[in-house]
C-alpha cells in the first residue's frame, strides 16, 4: 500500500528561533497594541499568519543563486536569467522587473488605463482596485455567485461570471475597456482557483471583442495544482504545463514575485503588445530604475528566477495545498465557520458566524483575531469591517501560510489553539475605535474592549 501522510518535501539546514510569551505578558501586549496585531513587535508572536508575501523560506537554490548576482546598472546577466525564467512560464515577449506586485499594477494601469474606462476583473486585490481607481477608471468585480457565499463549495470559487462579463461590454462599450484582468487565484474571495475552462471562456469574449486579457499571478501555480487535482483532464499534466497554457490564453501579467516567486521582495509585469511594453519601460525608468533591474538588486532577480520555477514542483505543491486544507478540515470538522473549500495560500474563518453575539460595528474579525493572539501567540488578520469600513459583505479572519515555514505540528498547534477559543467564544467581547485614520485605518487603527457583552 503506498503511504498516505504527505509530509514537508524539504530538510531544515537554518532555524529561526520562536519566542514564547505567557498569557499575562500577550494580555499586556494586546492592550499596548490596542486590539491591532498590526502594532506588534513581531517577536512577540509565535506563528505568524498574518501575510503569505514576502514571508517565505528561500531554498539552498535561491541563496546559492544570491551570490551570481550581478549588480551592473545596465543589461546585467541575472536580469537574462530573470527574465527567460519568467519567459520559459509566462511565453510572453517583454518582461519587466518591478519592486513588488503593486508597481506593476500602477505602471499597466498609468499606461493603459485613463479616466472614464472600466477594468472587470474575477475580483481585484485591494492594490489592484487602487491603482485602477487612481487614474479615475471604475474596477469592477465579476466573481460568479458561488464565490459569493462562504460555506458553499464549488471546486473554482474564483471563476469570472463569464455572463455578467459579455452584458458589462455591451453596457459600457469596448472603447471604455483598456483590459480585462483574472486574479489566480482570487486572494479578495478567499484563495479561490480558477479554472482552465474559465479562462478559455474569459479569453474567447476577450478575443471576440478585441479586448486583452491579464493575469494578476501572484499565486499561479498553486492556481495550477488545483486545475490538475479538480479539472477533468488535468490530471496527468504538470504544473508547468497548466500554467503555460493557462498564460497562453492571455495578453500580460502582473506578478508580486512575494507570492509564488518565492522571494521575500520584488515583482513583473509582462506585455505582448510592443508599443504598451515601450510606454511602461519608460515609465518605469521615471519611478523604479533601469528596465534590466527595475528596482531590484541582481541577487533578487537571482532570487526569483529559481523560485518561480520551484513554486512549479509538484511536490511542493502537493504539500502546500494539503497543509493549506489540513488547517481548514480540522477546524471546520469541530463546527467552526470557514470559507469553503480552504483556499491555497490561507483559510478564513467566517468571524460573524463564530461570534454572532458580536454585531459588525464592534469588529467581530478584529476581536477574534485578538483572541487567537491572546490564546495561542498567533497572528492573523481581520478582512471585514476594520478594513473596508461599513461596505464590508464579511467579517473574515485570515490565516495565511507563509510558504515552506513552519511544520506539521506547528499547523496541529494552530488547530488546537482555534479550537480551545471555538470553546470559548461566548467570553469574547466585541471593540470600539479609539483611533483611526483618514484611508486605510485598519493598519493604525486603534481598540478598545467594548464595557459590557451583548446578550445573544
Ligand atoms: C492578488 C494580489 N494582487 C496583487 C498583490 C500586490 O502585491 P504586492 O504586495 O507585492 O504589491 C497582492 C498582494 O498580496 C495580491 O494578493
Given at each position: 500500500m503506498p503511504v498516505k501522510t504527505i509530509i514537508e518535501p524539504f530538510r531544515i539546514k537554518s532555524v529561526e528561533p520562536i519566542r514564547w510569551t505567557t498569557r499575562p505578558e500577550r494580555a499586556e501586549l494586546l492592550r499596548a497594541a490596542y486590539y491591532n496585531l498590526f502594532l506588534l513587535p513581531a517577536e512577540d508572536v509565535l506563528i505568524d499568519l498574518l501575510t503569505d508575501s514576502g514571508t517565505g523560506a528561500m531554498s539552498t537554490r535561491q541563496w546559492a543563486a544570491i551570490m551570481e548576482g550581478d549588480e551592473s546598472y545596465a543589461g546585467s546577466r541575472s536580469f537574462d536569467r530573470f527574465r527567460s525564467s519568467i519567459q520559459d512560464i509566462v511565453g510572453y515577449k517583454h518582461v519587466i522587473p518591478t519592486h513588488q506586485g503593486r508597481a506593476a499594477e500602477r505602471i499597466l494601469f498609468g499606461v493603459a488605463c485613463k479616466k472614464g474606462d472600466v477594468v472587470p476583473n474575477n475580483t481585484h486585490f485591494d492594490t489592484t482596485r487602487a491603482n485602477v481607481e487612481f487614474v479615475g477608471a471604475e474596477a469592477v468585480d465579476l466573481v460568479i455567485p458561488e464565490g459569493r457565499q462562504p460555506s458553499l463549495k464549488h471546486p473554482f470559487k474564483g471563476n469570472m461570471d463569464v455572463e455578467a462579463l459579455e452584458n458589462l461590454i455591451e453596457k459600457v462599450g469596448c472603447d471604455r475597456i483598456p483590459l480585462v484582468m483574472l486574479t489566480v487565484t482570487n486572494n479578495s474571495g478567499g484563495g479561490q482557483p480558477v479554472s482552465m475552462e474559465n479562462v478559455r471562456q474569459v479569453s474567447s469574449v476577450c478575443r471576440k471583442h478585441g479586448l486583452p486579457l491579464y493575469f494578476d499571478a501572484c499565486r499561479f501555480a498553486e492556481n495550477a495544482y488545483f486545475i490538475k487535482l479538480r479539472e477533468p483532464g488535468y490530471e496527468a499534466k504538470t504544473p508547468k504545463q497548466i500554467a503555460q497554457e493557462m498564460f497562453g490564453y492571455g495578453d500580460g501579467c502582473t506578478m508580486s514575485a512575494k507570492k509564488d516567486g518565492m522571494a521575500n521582495i520584488g515583482g513583473f509585469l509582462c506585455a505582448n503588445d510592443d508599443k504598451l511594453a515601450q510606454q511602461e519601460k519608460d515609465l518605469l525608468i521615471l519611478t523604479e530604475g533601469y528596465p534590466t533591474y527595475g528596482g531590484l538588486a541582481g541577487r533578487d532577480l537571482e532570487a526569483i528566477a529559481v523560485g518561480i520555477q520551484e513554486a512549479l514542483h509538484e511536490d511542493y505543491l502537493r504539500y502546500r495545498i494539503a497543509s493549506t486544507a489540513y488547517l481548514g478540515n480540522h477546524i471546520a470538522e469541530q463546527g467552526v465557520p470557514i470559507v469553503q473549500p480552504p483556499g491555497g495560500h490561507a483559510v478564513y474563518i467566517d468571524a460573524r458566524a463564530f461570534l454572532p453575539h458580536i454585531p459588525s460595528e464592534q469588529f467581530p474579525g478584529v476581536a477574534l483575531a485578538a483572541e487567537l493572539y491572546l490564546e495561542g501567540g498567533i497572528r492573523s488578520v481581520e478582512i471585514g469591517t476594520l478594513m473596508?469600513?461599513?461596505?464590508?459583505k464579511m467579517d473574515l479572519v485570515r490565516l495565511a501560510i507563509p510558504r515552506r515555514v513552519y511544520t506539521q505540528s506547528h499547523v496541529d498547534y494552530v488547530v488546537e489553539v482555534i479550537l480551545e477559543v471555538w470553546k470559548n467564544r461566548d467570553r469574547i467581547q466585541g471593540l470600539k475605535l479609539s483611533h483611526e485614520a483618514p484611508f486605510l485605518r485598519h493598519f493604525t487603527a486603534r481598540l478598545e474592549p467594548v464595557e459590557q457583552v451583548l446578550s445573544r
Open positions: 473596508f469600513g461599513a461596505a464590508a
